[in-house]
């Protein structure tokens, strides 16, 4: 049975994509290649992939109907779908709203129409986001806090996401589960998100900007910790018990609460070098904390993350170095 990963190419997409062909399973790959960041990135990973016989690649634009109507049409063995194709960022969500709304909710709109046209369809796992907490000051945040309240258009789509998708298993009962993934770094990461910017501006002497004068925290998970859950998860699909639809919600996180100023001080060492900061305020859209509350994932398929913050910054700092050349 086939396995649908969309956003393929992109950070987790790969990832995932990768353990799913070592542990023998066919995989198709779907990714639009889009320009939001260096496309290069992408293509390297998306070659690595390509190199192994079960795994095949469609460039697609999720919100396209035509497109994805055609790859489901012509994949009826697709058992399983891995919906990671996502406009990320919460900073730029600030700038080009719409593309959000597109990608994120049309998007997911359009693939659940054609999800539920497939007669072999066991489950359905999607990518949500810590960003729906907003600015929920309840620690640790817990799947059961009410996430009606979004400060980014960006958590504002991912929570369109989770109602559309509970709508969509009320009315066709579509197993599904939505993943709210906590800041995740590692190898092959964005070069959008913190730990790639802050590599990257201290070894050419840059200076990083931190926001909230440093006063911030974060729930940092490491891409194998995120993959592990992702495919735990996809191998328990949701029941449909008593009045409840077989539809489930996880945190995917690494259940620690990490301050900036220690992340930045880990890739300090790593790199052997010190950051030159500059201090700003909070910015828009940004919230203070995120801290994930796992007891729901370990209690239904076992995830348990298993990579500190002391162990993943020099793992990702090496990797940087490796893919620049340095």
């Not at 497939?118 to 600015?135: F, I, M, R, W």
Request: charged share 25%; aromatic share 10%; hydrophobic share 40%.
């Amino acid at each position: 049975m086939t396995i649908l990963v969309t956003g393929a190419a992109g950070f987790i997409g790969f990832h995932v994509s990768n353990a799913l062909l070592k542990r023998g399973e066919r995989v198709i790959g779907a990714d639009d290649l889009n320009d939001y960041y260096d496309v290069s990135l992408k293509e390297a990973r998306l070659n690595i992939l390509q190199e192994q016989q079960a795994f095949s690649f469609m460039r697609l634009d999720v919100a396209e109907r035509g497109g994805v109507t055609d790859l489901v049409s012509a994949h009826k063995d697709i058992g399983r779908v891995i919906h990671l194709a996502a406009q990320a960022g919460v900073r730029h969500s600030l700038v080009d709203p719409y593309i959000y709304t597109r990608t994120n909710i049309d998007g997911h709109l359009v693939l659940l129409e054609a999800c539920r046209r497939l007669e072999n369809l066991k489950h359905l796992v999607y990518a949500s986001s810590s960003s729906v907490y907003g600015g929920n000051n309840v620690m640790p945040f817990s799947v059961a806090d009410r996430t009606d309240s979004p400060l980014s258009i960006y958590g504002a789509t991912k929570k369109s996401m989770e109602m559309i998708s509970h709508a969509y298993t009320h009315l066709y009962g579509l197993p599904q589960t939505g993943l709210r993934f906590f800041t995740v770094y590692g190898p092959w990461g964005r070069p959008d998100m913190a730990a790639y910017i802050f590599v990257q501006k201290i070894i050419s002497g840059q200076p990083i900007l931190v926001f909230n004068d440093g006063d911030m925290k974060r729930d940092f998970t490491y891409i194998d910790d995120i993959v592990n859950g992702v495919l735990r998860c996809l191998d328990n699909p949701p029941a449909a018990a008593g009045n409840e639809t077989s539809n489930r919600i996880y945190n995917i996180g690494n259940n620690r609460s990490e301050n900036l100023m220690d992340f930045i001080a880990l890739i300090e060492k790593a790199l052997g070098k010190k950051a030159e900061i500059e201090f700003r305020p909070m910015q828009l859209g940004d919230v203070k904390e995120t801290y994930a509350d796992i007891s729901e994932t370990r209690r239904d398929f076992g995830y348990e993350p298993a990579t500190t913050i002391e162990e993943g910054v020099p793992r990702f700092v090496a990797w940087y170095k490796k893919y620049h050349g340095l």
